[in-house]
């Protein structure tokens, strides 16, 4: 099958089932012994949030899908997080490229330690492909809630500022890699890091302007 009437193909698996879970999102599984599973509070506090003020339904408990699975196709945002180690085989790099291609949307946030395994991985996605650091006035700092000076910092690790690094096919951001932010940690219970409310507001805000993104584009 030539490669356009496969994405072609993927492109209508995606459109089918984005319709049917258009409100859902789910969290990667990947391999490599990262604790892919971190954070378990904070996807389910954003789903409220969105829900609570941008007008979105999204099922409070988010699906776990496989990188190798076409339940991923199901998905318009699927996240990933951890600490460590990342390994995608080649079926695994295949099929996330085949999705975000077709309409999907993958947010990497690092819980910290992850940085160095995800590029190297990502490059098995897209070889042709780097990851660009978003200036700060592209759309995703200012969908529903603004924040000019771009992604926002919320736990400091190194001392290194924050930053949103993507990868764009023909003008659509379909990975966001949120790195020395910790937006996961933002979006936990408040008990987990006791973190004060203004800066949970601030992660769940830029993380409600993400998810905007990805249902929209």
Not at 126 to 151: Q, R
Request: aromatic share 12%; hydrophobic share 35%.
């Amino acid at each position: 099958m030539k490669v356009m009437d496969k994405l072609a193909g993927y492109f209508l698996i995606f459109f089918i089932s984005a319709s049917s879970y258009a409100q859902d999102i789910a969290i990667l599984q990947y391999k490599g012994g990262g604790d892919w599973y971190s954070n378990p509070t904070a996807l389910p506090n954003l789903i409220t949030f969105c829900n609570q003020n941008i007008n979105t339904t999204i099922t409070n408990k988010p699906q776990t899908v496989k990188p190798e699975s076409i339940d991923i196709f199901q998905y318009p945002y699927i996240h990933m997080t951890g600490h460590g180690n990342v390994f995608f085989t080649d079926e695994d790099a295949e099929n996330l490229r085949n999705y975000l291609l077709s309409g999907g949307f993958l947010h990497i946030d690092d819980n910290y330690g992850m940085e160095p395994y995800i590029r190297k991985e990502l490059i098995k996605v897209f070889p042709d492909k780097k990851l660009v650091e978003l200036p700060t006035t592209h759309p995703i700092f200012s969908y529903k809630y603004n924040f000019p000076k771009g992604l926002p910092k919320i736990h400091e690790h190194d001392g290194k500022r924050s930053q949103a690094l993507g990868i764009i096919h023909e003008d659509r951001l379909v990975l966001l890699f949120t790195f020395e932010s910790d937006l996961g940690d933002g979006w936990e219970n408040p008990e987990v890091h006791n973190d004060p409310e203004e800066v949970r507001t601030k992660a769940l805000k830029m993380g409600a302007n993400i998810i905007k993104y990805a249902f929209e584009n």
